[in-house]
């Protein structure tokens, strides 16, 4: 059920805008064709469609699904393209009755619990017979995203994943990542490119650490930020509470790769760099609050989130009351 890609009836991939960083779509039912790893289905045999594809390597997107139907009968897929990814696919319910086969043979039949992940090599053609019930998240990853990573980072090549359908475990990282990714995907007017980014690399490095036959181990580049470096990301992030940067972006600005500046970033700050400019988001919201006027909504807007109920949930999550009851306990 690992799904890959969303096109309309004329196989054209449907997108909310051009061009690197994040790209979130949601699926209707009125759009026809839904390309799966376990081949072609139609949008009306779904219940959830939703995806968010990420620019990490020029050409070659990094692309998230969450996919579910809620009743049984689903049905025989047809052959899934050959292509130079693998999809690490996370069981948020338990699946009971299908068939797998890889490259015409047999893969797999057995009931998958809830939170247990498999990773497809696409690279093989994969179709199914889909009889219960499904609510899966599904990370397709290129070829091209862990060559990035190994070669900026000094790691040995990966060239293979191994964790089949047959051998399919818990994997408590990718099944809180899938979780925490849900309103995004649900909601992308809430993701950004920052978010986005972290969260490929992240999710691929974990992948290659895992599940790789010589797990990646980076060697290079692992001293903190220089003064300058620390300085200059935090001013980028200040004037950028929206998240409207990516990784690439700010790593450039301080001239290292990519995964060079996300890990020396947190050796030196305490936390990712979007963790970082949520904790800016809410003190420039505190101060706000403080200081103005203004209305919690205009607050919310002026701060980078995208609505009043994005703005409470994460204001509440790190300040342990929502904005409305802080600003009562300040006297204004």
Not at 105 to 115: T, V
Not at 269 to 276: E, R
Request: aromatic content about 8%; overall charge neutral; some cysteine.
């Amino acid at each position: 059920m690992n799904f890959v890609e969303v096109s309309n009836s004329r196989g054209a991939e449907i997108r909310a805008r051009p061009g690197p960083g994040p790209v979130l779509s949601r699926q209707t039912q009125s759009e026809a064709e839904v390309s799966v790893v376990f081949a072609q289905t139609l949008a009306n045999r779904l219940d959830v469609m939703e995806q968010l594809s990420i620019g990490t390597v020029p050409g070659s997107d990094f692309v998230i699904n969450h996919i579910a139907r809620k009743q049984p009968g689903h049905g025989m897929t047809d052959r899934a393209i050959k292509r130079g990814w693998y999809v690490a696919c996370v069981h948020l319910e338990r699946l009971d009755a299908y068939d797998v086969w890889c490259d015409d043979e047999h893969e797999s039949s057995g009931a998958l619990e809830a939170g247990v992940l498999h990773v497809n090599d696409m690279r093989s053609a994969w179709r199914a017979d889909i009889r219960s019930p499904f609510d899966v998240v599904n990370f397709c990853i290129p070829q091209s995203a862990f060559d990035d990573i190994t070669s900026a980072e000094g790691g040995a090549p990966i060239e293979e994943l191994h964790c089949p359908i047959s051998l399919a475990r818990a994997d408590t990282v990718l099944k809180n990542f899938a979780l925490a990714l849900l309103p995004a995907l649900a909601a992308p007017d809430r993701a950004n490119k920052l978010f986005a980014d972290h969260t490929a690399r992240a999710v691929t490095a974990h992948l290659a650490r895992t599940y790789a036959p010589i797990p990646f181990r980076p060697r290079y580049g692992r001293g903190g930020l220089a003064p300058w470096q620390e300085r200059r990301a935090k001013e980028m992030l200040r004037a950028n509470l929206s998240g409207d940067l990516s990784l690439p972006e700010l790593a450039g600005a301080c001239r290292l790769s990519t995964g060079h500046f996300s890990r020396a970033f947190k050796q030196t700050v305490g936390c990712a760099p979007h963790q970082w400019l949520l904790h800016q988001r809410v003190e420039h919201a505190k101060h706000l609050i403080l200081n103005t006027n203004e209305p919690l909504c205009g607050i919310a807007l002026d701060t980078g989130f995208s609505d009043q109920a994005h703005f409470t949930r994460v204001f509440s999550q790190r300040v342990k009351v929502s904005p409305a009851a802080w600003r009562r306990q300040q006297g204004r």
